[in-house]
C-alpha cells in the first residue's frame, strides 16, 4: 500500500533503536525524510546510515536528549517544520512506589508527558496551517492495565493521554490527527533488561522469564519493533485521516476486553 506521504518530513524522537528506530524505518521506507535522535552518538549515526542505505531518504541525527529543553530546541532547530512527529521516549526504571522520591516523581513526568506536550505545543499549529499533520505518541500498554514496579511511567502517560484527547479533537478539522500507541511486551532491550534484573533477584534463568512473559501473551510471542513501526507509518499515512484521539493497543490480546 501507497501510504501517500512520499516527500514528508518527520520527526521521531529517541529512535536510535528499539521501537522508536522501527518507527523510523517503517516512515523512511514510505519515502519520508528523517530527524532522529538518542544520546549516544555511535548507535545513533549507524542507525541513520543503516536507514539511509536500506530507504534511500535523507536521515538528520541529531544527538540530543529529548526530554531537555536544549534537546527539543536542537531536533526542532533540525526540522522546524514536521509534518509527522513520533514522540517517544524511555520510561523510568522498574521501581516500587515508596522509593520514588520527589525529584524521581517530577523527572518521569517530565519524560513522558510534558515533553511531548512541548513539542506538540511547537508543531501543532503549523501542520493545521498547512491542512496536514500527523502526530503519533508512544505509550504503553500499562496506561490501561497496571504494572506494578512502573507505576510512575504508567501515571506520566496516562497522564499524557487524557491531555492529548481534547487537543486531537480541536484540530480534527485541518487534517491534523494525534493518537497514542500503546505497545505491550515488545522484544526490545528495555524489556530483556527487565526480564536479566529479575533472573538477577529471584535466581531463575532468564529464559525460563522471558517464557512466562511469552506464555502469557494470547499470541504466544513478543512483538517486533517493526509490527509497531508499521502501525505507526500507518496512522501518519492519508490514509489515517479520519483517526484521532484514540488508543490502539498492540499486545497480542494481553488486555482483556471486549472494547
Known amino acids: 500500500m501507497d501510504l501517500g506521504i512520499r516527500g514528508r518530513k518527520a520527526i521521531v524522537c529517541a529512535s536510535s533503536r528499539g521501537l522508536g528506530r522501527a518507527c523510523a524505518l517503517a516512515l523512511a521506507e514510505a519515502g519520508v525524510s528523517l530527524v532522529i535522535n538518542g544520546r549516544d552518538p555511535a548507535t545513533l549515526e549507524r542507525t541513520a546510515e543503516e536507514i539511509r542505505q536500506a530507504a534511500g531518504v535523507d536521515v538528520t541525527p541529531v544527538v540530543a536528549d529529548i526530554g531537555s529543553p536544549e534537546g527539543r530546541a536542537a531536533v526542532l532547530a533540525a526540522c522546524p517544520d514536521p509534518d509527522i512527529l513520533v514522540n517517544n521516549n524511555g520510561g523510568p526504571p522498574f521501581r516500587d512506589f515508596r522509593a520514588l522520591g520527589r525529584q524521581a516523581m517530577l523527572d518521569g513526568v517530565t519524560m513522558n508527558m510534558i515533553t511531548p506536550i512541548e513539542l506538540i505545543q511547537r508543531v501543532v499549529d503549523p501542520m493545521a496551517a498547512r491542512g496536514f499533520g500527523r502526530i503519533v505518541n508512544i505509550t504503553s500498554l500499562s496506561v490501561k492495565m497496571p504494572m506494578a514496579g512502573l507505576d510512575l511511567s504508567s501515571g506520566a502517560r496516562a497522564g499524557l493521554t487524557a491531555f492529548v484527547a481534547g487537543v486531537a479533537r480541536s484540530v480534527a478539522d485541518r487534517n491534523v490527527t494525534i493518537n497514542n500507541l500503546l505497545p505491550g511486551y ?23 522469564i522471558a517464557d512466562e512473559w511469552e506464555a502469557s501473551v494470547p499470541a504466544k510471542r ?9 502501525m505507526c507509518a500507518f496512522l501518519c499515512s492519508v490514509h489515517a485521516g479520519y483517526i484521532t484521539g484514540q488508543n490502539i493497543l498492540m499486545d497480542g490480546g494481553l488486555y482483556p476486553s471486549a472494547f
Open 222 to 230: 513478543l512483538g517486533t519493533p517493526a509490527d509497531l513501526g508499521h
Open 186 to 208: 515488545f522484544d526490545t532491550d528495555r524489556l530483556r533488561k527487565g526480564f536479566a534484573a529479575s533472573a538477577k533477584r529471584t535466581g531463575r534463568p532468564e529464559k525460563e
